[in-house]
């Protein structure tokens, strides 16, 4: 069965500061995705990451990959109340499917 | 807008009662994931089609759960005799042949 495990569950930061979520898993998957969801709202698509070594960045946020070490990261730099979310990793069973496996999610909220 | 569209986004129903849901793709995306989300969890796989071919299904789709995507474009998801554990956000996303999938807003329902 795949797992997908993030760290931290909650996170709390001030803004300007930088921290790092992590998302390990169990498959040798190689494609990783992260998700942005704010309070009762849908999943909004961040990075598709296909190949070990991927790195993809958006503004603040920045995603990797390692799947040899199969553990993705999602980095912040220099925070903003903005950011506040729930953000989720996911993996692909690697198989035709697609059909993803989530986290729990990363409640990150930014303090000013 | 062209994005994934859901109907209805509130559905408040007794026990016992069924309930079905729809959900509208993206224009020619081929593939169609259903997705259940709990309070504090990440979405968890139902079951996905590719056209109108129903490929897979989890074991977390009971019975009483039916999915059907007729013509291949929109999908519909009922649930039979429905119970206070059913209670969830239904999510619906699609894809083509990239790997990204959308997810549209999502139907909450509450079973009382």
């Known amino acids: 069965e795949l797992k997908v495990e993030q760290n931290p569950l909650f996170l709390s930061m001030q803004e300007g500061k930088n921290y790092t979520i992590y998302c390990n898993y169990s498959?040798?998957?190689?494609?990783l995705y992260w998700y942005r969801q704010d309070p009762g709202k849908s999943l909004e698509s961040l990075f598709v990451?296909?190949?070990?070594?991927a790195v993809k960045q958006e503004g603040r946020l920045m995603a990797s990959l390692d799947t040899k070490a199969r553990l993705s990261t999602l980095h912040i730099t220099a925070a903003v109340h903005d950011l506040s979310a729930t953000y989720f990793c996911?993996?692909?069973?690697?198989?035709?499917?697609?059909?993803?496996?989530f986290g729990k999610g990363t409640k990150l909220s930014v303090i000013p | 807008d062209t994005g994934v569209s859901q109907d209805p986004r509130h559905k408040i129903t007794k026990r016992g009662q069924n309930v079905t849901f729809r959900c509208d793709p993206i224009?020619?995306?081929?593939?169609l994931y259903w997705y259940r989300q709990t309070l504090g969890q990440g979405p968890e796989f139902l079951t996905y089609?590719?056209?109108?071919?129903?490929?897979?299904k989890s074991r977390l789709l009971s019975d009483r759960f039916s999915a059907e995507r007729p013509k291949g474009s929109f999908s519909t998801l009922e649930i039979q005799r429905t119970e206070q554990g059913d209670s969830a956000m239904y999510l619906c996303?699609?894809?083509?042949?990239?790997?990204?999938?959308?997810f549209g807003p999502g139907t909450r329902l509450t079973v009382t």
């Open positions: 224009s020619e995306h081929n593939r």
């Open positions: 089609f590719q056209n109108e071919a129903q490929l897979e």
């Open positions: 996303a699609s894809k083509d042949t990239g790997p990204r999938q959308y």
């Open positions: 498959t040798t998957s190689d494609r």
């Open positions: 990451l296909l190949s070990n070594g």
């Open positions: 996911a993996v692909d069973s690697g198989a035709g499917s697609y059909q993803l496996t």
